[in-house]
Each structure stands twice: as structure tokens, then as C-alpha cells.
């Protein structure tokens, strides 16, 4: 069953420590098109950023935010998050980012300060990601599973296709796949040994756990946890964000 602890050896976490969120915002976001670095693009008015620093603050566990930000916009991005009035009861520091999204998780973890055992990783491009989704998460992870994402069932049908020749040569049992999301949450100890230890370029962080052995539990993600990559999700968010705000108070 998915979303299930069973499978899993349970070490439940000391909640005197403290729950961590790193929010790799250094991309640049090509595939959005000419402009500003992705993550200081705006939603409603409000960079994409700042909201996605706000839904992880709003979660009651996160106490701690690393935000890694454009390699040379450390300065700026900190400017920004002082100048959006987040929570005072938050410790948000701000890193420089690198070349991947692999190495700027990797520079965001190395600020981590001692007392925390539970790392989240969100991507800043997910910045309308629901609490329940990020309390999920962390909860899992408090309950002993070593690795947690949120993960939602393939929409469509999935082919595996020859790159050369455009041929399919498969097509997946779609019951079988997830479409895998942020926040990804981990026990401290395993993430960092995974970023020790992996140096395969990969796409997200729960993979570098995958290649060390540890089971990766999969919670139910939510469709407005979306990835913001190309123009067309920039629309969808604005939609969801108005929605938001007319219903929420958001
Ligand atoms: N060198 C990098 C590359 C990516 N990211 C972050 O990783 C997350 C997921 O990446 P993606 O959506 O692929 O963002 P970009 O790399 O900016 O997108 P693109 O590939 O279109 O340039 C984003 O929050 C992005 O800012 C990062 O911190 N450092
Ligand atoms: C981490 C991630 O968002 C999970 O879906 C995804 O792997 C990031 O991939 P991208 O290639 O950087 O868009």
C-alpha cells in the first residue's frame, strides 16, 4: 500500500531537534523563457520565492529555512525575503547556489546548523505546494522512514521510446509509476551521506538515497504541489494563486 510505514525499519526521530526545509532557488529557468531567474519571477505580485519560503514556514515543524539562491544573488535574495516580511520565529539564512541543482542542495546543506535531524528539500519552482503535503512529509519522516516523497499517479499513459529512432519499445504498467514532487524529506544522516557519496548527476534528491540502498517511501503529493517549468505553468499558478486569494485569505 502506498504510504505505508510498514515497509520500512522505524527509528523515530527525537523531536527536541529541529526540522530543516532547503529551498534550491539557483536555476535559472530556461525552460520559462527570457527574464529574470526563475525563483524572482513573480505570482501575484509576489516573487515566486517568497511564496515558496512561506509554504514551508507555514508548516508548524519547519523551523529552520535555508533558501540557496542564484549564484550571485545571495545579497538580492536576502534583500527580498527581509523586505516580505516572513515570520520573525523562522531562522532563514541565504547561500549562494552552484552550477546544478545537485550541488546547490549540497551548499545549502553544509549551512545547516547542528540541532537538526529532519531535512526537507522544496524547490523554490513549487511554490504553491499545500501545508498538509509539507505536514506529511515531516511526519513520515518523524515516524522512522529514512526517506519521504510525495508522489501523485501518472495522468497519462507512459511510453519508453528509442532515442534514436523514436521507436517505443515499452510502455510501462502505469499503476506501477508516480510523479514525484517536492518537499522531499529525509532523515539528516542519510541525505548527507547520499551527498557525500553519489556523484551520478541526477534530478532529485530521494534518487542519490535510492543509490545507497535506503528505501524511499512515497506519501500522496497534490496537484497544486506543480512544478512551475514552462509559460503554460505560470498561467495554471496565477489561476490557483487568485483562487487562493479570493477563497483563503490566502
Ligand atoms: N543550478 C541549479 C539548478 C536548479 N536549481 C533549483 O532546482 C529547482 C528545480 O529545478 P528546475 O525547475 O529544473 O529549475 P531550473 O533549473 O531553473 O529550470 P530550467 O531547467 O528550465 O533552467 C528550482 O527551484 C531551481 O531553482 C538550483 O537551485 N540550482
Ligand atoms: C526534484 C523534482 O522537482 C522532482 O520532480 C525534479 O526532479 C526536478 O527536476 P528538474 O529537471 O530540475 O525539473
Redesign the pocket.
Known amino acids: 500500500m502506498p504510504g505505508t510505514l510498514s515497509a520500512i525499519p522505524i527509528s523515530y526521530k527525537d523531536t527536541n531537534l529541529r526540522t530543516a526545509a532547503v529551498?534550491?532557488?539557483?536555476?535559472?529557468?530556461?525552460?520559462?523563457g527570457p527574464g529574470a531567474?526563475?525563483?524572482l519571477r513573480t505570482l501575484g505580485g509576489v516573487p515566486i520565492l517568497v511564496h515558496?519560503v512561506r509554504a514551508m514556514a507555514r508548516a508548524r515543524a519547519v523551523q529552520v529555512i535555508v533558501v540557496?539562491a542564484?549564484?550571485e544573488g545571495a545579497a538580492e535574495v536576502r534583500a527580498l525575503l527581509d523586505a516580505h516580511g516572513l515570520p520573525e520565529s523562522t531562522d532563514i539564512r541565504v547561500v549562494p547556489?552552484?552550477?546544478?541543482?545537485?550541488?546547490?542542495?549540497r551548499l545549502g546543506l553544509a549551512v545547516l546548523p547542528d540541532d537538526v535531524d529532519v531535512v526537507l528539500v522544496h524547490?523554490?519552482?513549487?511554490p504553491l505546494v499545500p501545508v498538509e503535503t509539507v505536514e506529511s512529509v515531516v511526519e513520515a519522516v518523524r515516524g522512522g522512514a529514512p526517506a519521504v516523497v510525495p508522489g501523485l499517479p501518472a495522468a497519462d499513459t507512459v511510453k519508453s521510446v528509442d532515442p534514436g529512432t523514436g521507436i517505443v519499445t515499452g510502455t510501462p504498467d502505469r499503476s506501477l509509476l508516480r510523479a514525484v514532487q517536492?518537499p522531499q524529506g529525509f532523515d539528516r544522516t542519510t541525505l548527507a551521506k547520499a551527498h557525500a557519496t553519489v556523484t551520478r548527476d541526477v534530478?532529485d534528491d530521494a534518487s542519490m538515497v535510492e543509490q545507497l540502498g535506503v528505501p524511499v517511501l512515497v506519501v500522496p503529493g497534490h496537484e497544486e504541489a506543480f512544478?512551475?517549468?514552462?509559460p503554460l505553468d505560470l498561467v495554471l499558478a496565477e489561476a490557483v494563486l487568485a483562487r487562493r486569494r479570493a477563497t483563503d485569505a490566502y
Open positions: 529551498i534550491p532557488a539557483a536555476g535559472r529557468g530556461v525552460r520559462l531567474p526563475k525563483a515558496a540557496v542564484p549564484p547556489g552552484g552550477e546544478s541543482r545537485q550541488e546547490s542542495v524547490d523554490a519552482a513549487r517536492t534530478t512544478k512551475v517549468t514552462r
